[in-house]
């Protein structure tokens, strides 16, 4: 230390000073304070108040469809697809449902012109979506489609 046993002293005194009030200031937190307690009942009415029946939404869905992709070689690529359609109102469902017809040809025609690599990759499902709601909108110059969700994707 410093040779000098009074400073020597008080160095390890207040080191001790400091580390039993650290000590006893994390033992407090732990163990003594109190703590406050979930109230269940009160946070799930908070929770029943901020949904409302708009906010939620069900998805139309479309089932399995089967669409050939083109390929440099002599094996044949397809795209095996499920999806889920969601509109912008909860009322254009019905609308969509009767353009059903319209919207899987406009799938089989965006999704045939694609490679299978490009769909491979998570931009170029992404760019199918976009390109489907694009040429569906343009063929029913309406927009109904807000999102698509894919449930199954399989490229081969």
Do not use: C, W
């Not at 697809?81 to 009322?91: D, Y």
């Amino acid at each position: 230390m410093k040779g000098i046993a009074k400073i020597d002293l008080l160095i390890v005194a207040a080191f001790s000073v400091a580390t039993i009030a650290i000590t006893g200031f994390f033992y407090y937190t732990i163990h003594m304070a109190p703590k406050a307690l979930p109230v269940d009942k009160e946070n799930f009415q908070n929770l029943r108040k901020t949904i409302t029946p708009k906010s939620i939404s069900t998805g139309l869905p479309v089932k399995k469809i089967l669409i050939n992709l083109p390929s440099r070689t002599a094996r044949l690529r397809f795209l095996e697809l499920e999806i889920s359609l969601f509109t912008f109102e909860e009322n254009q469902k019905k609308d969509l449902e009767d353009k059903l017809p319209v919207l899987q040809d406009t799938i089989i025609n965006v999704a045939s012109k694609m490679q299978p690599e490009e769909l491979n990759s998570i931009s170029g499902k992404i760019l199918l979506e976009e390109r489907i709601k694009k040429q569906f909108h343009k063929k029913t110059n309406e927009k109904i489609i807000s999102k698509i969700f894919y449930t199954k994707f399989v490229v081969q």
